[in-house]
């Protein structure tokens, strides 16, 4: 397993890049804002930070492309892994 430089990008989102250590502070305090009921912080941070490829995909199949734009999630990872045009292709059911 290969080792992250501290200030390597670890994850792409459509307004910043973050290192590792950015991205991990700040999905932590994300999921203790949460824990703590500050939902206005809780959402504040989840929109900073890009979706998982994987859990963007199974929206997508669940729930649908439209909703899945309707969300406004950062789909930057995503599109990263699958190519642009990922949104428009056939579900692989």
């Known amino acids: 397993m290969s080792a992250i430089a501290s200030d390597a990008i670890y994850r792409h989102g459509k307004d910043r890049n973050f290192t590792k250590q950015e991205y991990f502070a700040l ?19 989840s929109d900073l930070l890009p979706v ?10 669940v729930y649908g492309k ?3 734009l309707d ?10 892994r699958f190519g642009e045009g990922w949104l ?3 579900d692989e059911r």
């Open 27 to 45: 999905n932590s305090e994300m999921w203790a804002a949460k824990e703590k009921g500050d939902m206005e912080t809780y959402e504040r941070l």
């Open 88 to 90: 428009d292709a056939p």
């Open 71 to 80: 969300t406004g999630l950062d789909l930057t990872e995503a599109n990263l």
């Open 66 to 68: 439209e909703y899945l």
């Open 52 to 61: 998982n490829p994987d859990v963007a995909k199974a929206f997508k199949e």
